[in-house]
């Protein structure tokens, strides 16, 4: 089951710079999406979501853009500190149903 | 700020047992679910709670599994008959879709260990 990929399994980036990471999906059902981040032997912690009749949503250092023709997402995280190494999850729900479905997640490392 | 707990913390169990794994959701939330991941693998949609009773299921969720909301604040799930393959970290998620998201709020997690 493919319906979420997140193609990068590993990020590395220079403390202050921007993290990019990015998503697809395949299912034109899904109309709410969300980000995840997740330290090892822990759930996973909310970030940021966006909703289908949106193209951008934005919470202080993370901005979600949503390019649904594309069936796309990404974060961005400005300017990005070493706490924000973890590995972070896309996923994707068509609100009717309330089920995630989750991407395989992408280790982000932010170097000091 | 207000979150999800879940107990135990780790789990170890012969295969053939049944375990319940407990979670308290968020007070005053609506929805509860369960998720797991086995170890390497994705996060998976185990099974949707809502005005006590299942709303949604995956294929994972055979007769093995169970759950109930025994009271007012627990919520459990149930595998009555554990097999190698059931080990994994399970969580307990729950939301609130009175709200314009519906953004869904983990717990720590549990982790099963099936000899």
């Known amino acids: 089951d493919q319906q979420v990929k997140q193609n990068s399994p590993s990020l590395s980036v220079q403390e202050g710079r921007i993290s990019i990471l990015n998503c697809d999906y395949t299912n034109s059902m899904f109309d709410y999406f969300l980000w995840y981040k997740k330290y090892p032997a822990e759930g996973p912690t909310f970030l940021i979501s966006i909703s289908s009749i949106k193209d951008k949503n934005e919470d202080g250092r993370f901005t979600v853009f949503l390019n649904k023709s594309a069936k796309h997402l990404s974060l961005h995280i400005v300017p990005s500190q070493p706490g924000d190494s973890a590995v972070y999850f896309c996923a994707a729900m068509d609100t009717g149903r309330r089920a995630l479905t989750f991407g395989s997640g992408t280790r982000l490392q932010v170097q000091p | 700020e207000p979150e999800v707990t879940q107990t135990p913390s780790h789990q170890v169990t012969q295969m053939g047992q049944e375990v319940i794994l407990r979670c308290v959701p968020i007070?005053?939330?609506?929805?509860f679910y369960w998720y797991r991941q086995i170890l390497g693998q994705k996060v998976e949609f185990l099974v949707s709670?809502?005005?006590?009773?299942?709303?949604?299921k995956s294929e994972i969720f055979d007769d093995q599994f169970s759950v109930e909301r025994p009271d007012g604040s627990n919520f459990t799930l149930k595998i009555r008959s554990t097999k190698l393959e059931d080990s994994a970290m399970y969580f307990c998620a729950s939301s609130a879709p009175y709200a314009s998201t519906d953004t869904q709020y983990f717990g720590p997690g549990t982790r099963l260990t099936v000899l």
């Open positions: 709670f809502y005005n006590n009773e299942i709303s949604e």
């Open positions: 007070s005053n939330h609506l929805y």
